[in-house]
């Protein structure tokens, strides 16, 4: 792959961002009134091409989970130690300016709460398949077949 110019290069990394041609065009530093036609222009580049498909898949190649961080998130998961977020109703009284009790409101309320038990337990069975730590034994009989010749012999 050819050595991009800085412009080019800060066009590859702009377009990277909405896969818009004349966005990027012209915040790589074109002009706004040849932003289009440089964009579309810069995108027929051999060089260019190869470079946003680099870019592409190394994007695409960080979204995706590895072998390791998917044991570490089950570990965090086994161990209690992600926490989630539920929503829950707390029930305030309401009162006027003169202290009369209005009634109740109920606001919803965005709480902390550690993993489930559920959740530790199925992280923990997920981590021991992982680790072969149960396996279906069976137990199975080594039998020697015994030949018995039974065809009787020619009286000849």
Known sequence: MAN??????MFVDEYIIDLNATQAAIRAGYSKKTARSQGQRMLT????????QK???EKQEKLIMKQDEILIRLTEQARRE????????????SFDEHKN?????KKPEIVQVP??????IKALELLGKRYTMWTE???VENITPVFVEDVPEDED
């Open 4 to 9: 991009l110019s800085d412009k080019q290069q």
């Open 45 to 52: 580049k051999v060089d260019i091409q190869e470079a946003i």
């Open 55 to 57: 870019r592409l898949d």
């Open 82 to 93: 992600s926490i989630d977020y539920q929503v829950v109703l707390t029930e305030k009284p």
């Open 101 to 105: 009790f209005l009634g109740i409101e």
């Open 115 to 120: 993993t489930q038990n559920k959740d530790a």
């Open 137 to 139: 034994k069976q137990q």
